[in-house]
């Protein structure tokens, strides 16, 4: 199948076109506009500073159902006892850019372009992008972000400074989002972490139908209260 260019409209090819990788479309941009109307159809973009904007669709695709997370015992402990602080779009600024200089120390590539970075800190000031943090004392040493929409909350990314602060900013923002009537989350890609703790894959037809049931097509946001601390 032919990867699609994408002109000025705000429009993307049907997710069933993608690549068996999952590679869908690229060019366009990273428009609020652009990035919502991906999402509300499960399509994101990856990409690194070399290549063009790409755009992605994957199939099996990992999901987190939030009454399904699994929470091991000595973690629970670890919760409740760890002194860690969480809280809710306290510093969204921070928790992106942790995310992307933890992979580069690890002398990785990241997706989170100078051009990903702004974009998803432009959705934040529009209601649309979150962030989980995890605090010992007044030092951020963990968390998460991503997108909420509907019913449905994109992770994108987390990072951790000390051990299994991500995990703890994991739990926090499932408990959060079962409080607040969130029935999915989307893990994108499948990792080791994610399984342990309940993720699971279904089939890109599944993840489309889901995405359909969750997010009603004039929502704008998340049932997402806009309290700075959880």
Known sequence: MPVFQLSEQIIFPHPDLAEPDGLLAVGGDLSVRRLITAYRHGIFPWYSDRDPI?????????VLFPEELKVSKRLQRYYRN???????????DEVIEQCR?????????????????NAY????????????????????????YGIALGRVFFGESMFSLVANSSKLALIYL???LISHGFQLIDCQMTTDLLV?????????????????KYIHPNSDDGVWPHEKSG
């Open 54 to 62: 790409l755009w992605w669709f994957t199939s099996p695709r990992l």
């Open 82 to 92: 760890s002194g860690i602080t969480m809280s809710i779009d306290r510093c969204f």
């Open 101 to 117: 200089n933890t992979r580069k120390k690890r002398h990785e590539d990241t997706w989170i372009t100078d051009e990903m970075l």
């Open 121 to 144: 800190r432009e959705l934040h000031r529009h209601g649309y992008a979150h962030s989980v943090e995890c605090w010992q004392q007044d030092v951020l040493v963990g968390g998460l």
């Open 174 to 176: 499932v408990k959060f």
């Open 196 to 212: 342990s703790m309940g993720a699971r894959e279904i089939s890109g037809s599944r993840f489309q139908g889901l995405l359909k």
